[in-house]
T-cell receptor
Framework: DARVTQTPRDKVTEMGQEVTMRCQPILGHNTVFWYRQTMMQGLELLAYFRNRAPLDDSGMPKDRFSAEMPDATLATLKIQPSEPRDSAVYFC????????????FGEGSRLTVL | KQEVTQIPAALSVPEGENLVLNCSFTDSAIYNLQWFRQDPGKGLTSLLLIQSSQREQTSGRLNASLDKSSGRSTLYIAASQPGDSATYLCAARAGGYNKLIFGAGTRLAVHP
């Protein structure tokens, strides 16, 4: 059963600490999205990769967030230093093709920054 | 800039009712529109994907329609069941990088 896998599922950390979230897209998918979900803002797009190249990260706070795809089976989202306002659920999604394909989401990583 | 709006924000219905969830988008130049379901504390499950050239898609008791010219999509749920209780999100794929832009969702409660 192909699915997007995200780790960790839950993370509690203190302000100022570095946080790394990982995503394994569905094998063969060439597009990867990172979203953040909060009660106030809903789902916000943070970054978008196609064929491992970053296409759009305009939704991501550049001073503390970074997103990479070291290889086709791994996408990472890093926050350094973390702040309480970063508390949210972070979702990774993957899909096929240049933009018309269906997207499949992981279960999310719930981050709490104290 | 693409904006997606969902109405109503919340809906409570008795079991067995047929219901319609609405989604509107501001930029009609979309590639596709996708409907998702999200259960509390869970990820998003894809329900239906409608390409820009299509008018509707059906899966079981679900039917989604798309009217690009008016910037609207509807999700029709027939014979609702308590297990349908969840948040339903629509998302439009548009823009130069084919971003998926989400609405705020409709929180549905189906009571026995």
């Amino acid at each position: 059963d192909a699915r997007v896998t995200q780790t960790p599922r839950d993370k509690v950390t203190e302000m100022g600490q570095e946080v790394t979230m990982r995503c394994q897209p569905i094998l063969g998918h060439n597009t990867v999205f990172w979203y953040r979900q909060t009660m106030m803002q809903g789902l916000e797009l943070l970054a978008y990769f196609r064929n491992r190249a970053p296409l759009d990260d305009s939704g991501m706070p550049k001073d503390r967030f970074s997103a990479e795809m070291p290889d086709a089976t791994l996408a990472t989202l890093k926050i350094q230093p973390s702040e309480p306002r970063d508390s949210a659920v972070y979702f990774c999604a993957s899909g096929l093709g240049g933009g018309t394909g269906e997207l499949f989401f992981g279960e999310g990583s719930r981050l709490t920054v104290l | 800039k693409q904006e997606v709006t969902q109405i109503p924000a919340a809906l409570s219905v008795p079991e067995g009712e047929n219901l319609v969830l609405n989604c509107s988008f501001t930029d009609s130049a979309i590639y596709n529109l996708q409907w998702f379901r999200q259960d509390p504390g869970k990820g998003l499950t894809s329900l239906l994907l409608i390409q820009s050239s299509q008018r509707e898609q059906t899966s079981g008791r679900l039917n989604a329609s798309l009217d690009k010219s008016s910037g609207r999509s509807t999700l029709y749920i027939a014979a609702s069941q308590p297990g349908d209780s969840a948040t339903y999100l629509c998302a439009a794929r548009a823009g130069g990088y084919n971003k998926l832009i989400f609405g705020a969702g409709t929180r549905l409660a189906v009571h026995p």
